[in-house]
């Protein structure tokens, strides 16, 4: 048995070594691919794929990357300080723009293909900067895991023009996540996280006073020290979806106290909890969507 476990240590051991020059030769890819752009702007939402990126582009490029971030209220206010610390530590060239994704029509009736809308806003500002200031390329953080999901904005980046040198070299998340940790990426383990307006269920209007409710409400979740976590709007009704190995934190009479009286003073009726636990785009589940 000894020999067996020994085997199979060394067998693991080998495989993180191949894992690890893998990872390694395309971070020199990426490198050398965003060298040949000569000047980008990164599309910068702090989340960990778009720090790796900006972090890369940076080490490339130098002031040539600069590093922009949308303001809106689907944008939490939480993402955007932890964009900013980013900004600080890597000592960024970086910039905030204001988009207004949430004041079109098209966006605020929340059709399946809303995040097209809203990339559509985001890239067509990105693309404008770029061409006053005389940079060659819009860079945003699209992954090689990301090819098989329904991402709507996918098609307007394609329209405008934008690139994804994370994907181009095939960087998965799983490779992003360990390369950020080398590099001291503080949000390298930190949670994936869509918009705030994918809290609330296609063809429900997404206004600016529900994506306060769902970011209020998250936040009081991150503040009981829940890691992975969405509030679903369901108009009177909060949804929440938490991680299977927290769903037995949240029901301690302490924590579920606090939970119901902040979401009830936020303005929510009712407060639910997901049994399923969290899931990835859980609000496409009623509705058959392709990969686009």
């Given at each position: 048995m000894g020999r067996v476990s020994s085997d199979q240590s060394i067998s693991s051991r080998n495989k993180s070594d191949l894992d690890s020059r893998v990872s390694d030769q395309k971070e020199r890819a990426l490198l050398e691919l965003i060298a040949d752009m000569r000047s980008v702007v990164v599309a910068f939402s702090g989340g960990v794929?778009?720090?790796?990126?900006?972090?890369?582009?940076?080490?490339?490029?130098?002031?040539?990357?600069?590093?922009?971030?949308?303001?809106?209220?689907?944008?939490?206010?939480?993402?955007?300080?932890?964009?900013?610390?980013?900004?600080?530590?890597?000592?960024?060239?970086?910039?905030?723009?204001?988009?207004?994704?949430?004041?079109?029509?098209?966006?605020?009736?929340?059709?399946?293909?809303?995040?097209?809308?809203?990339?559509?806003?985001?890239?067509?500002r990105l693309t404008t900067l770029a061409r006053e200031r005389g940079i060659a390329y819009v860079i945003d953080g699209n992954n090689a895991d990301d090819c098989g999901d329904y991402r709507p904005g996918r098609v307007a980046a394609r329209q405008l023009g934008v690139r994804s040198p994370l994907e181009e070299v095939g960087l998965s998340k799983e490779e992003i996540r360990n390369l950020s940790r080398k590099a001291g990426l503080r949000v390298w383990d930190e949670p994936a996280s869509a918009c705030l307006a994918s809290r609330i269920p296609y063809h429900s209007e997404v206004t600016e006073e529900k994506l306060k409710m769902v970011e209020q409400a998250e936040e009081v979740l991150r503040g009981l020290g829940l890691q992975v976590c969405r509030v679903r709007h369901h108009d009177e009704c909060a949804r929440l979806e938490v991680s299977p190995?927290?769903?037995?934190?949240?029901?301690?009479?302490?924590?579920?106290?606090?939970?119901?009286?902040?979401?009830?003073?936020i303005g929510y009726r009712y407060v639910t909890i997901d049994l399923e636990g969290y899931r990835m785009g859980s609000l496409n589940e009623p509705i058959s969507l392709k990969p686009v």
């Open positions: 794929d778009s720090a790796y990126l900006a972090y890369a582009a940076s080490s490339v490029l130098g002031q040539q990357a600069l590093c922009v971030t949308a303001a809106s209220p689907s944008y939490s206010e939480y993402h955007r300080k932890l964009a900013l610390k980013i900004v600080e530590d890597l000592v960024l060239h970086h910039e905030v723009i204001k988009t207004d994704e949430v004041k079109k029509p098209e966006y605020r009736a929340n059709p399946v293909n809303r995040c097209f809308h809203c990339k559509d806003e985001l890239y067509t190995s927290e769903m037995m934190r949240i029901m301690g009479p302490e924590t579920r106290e606090i939970i119901l009286r902040e979401l009830k003073r």
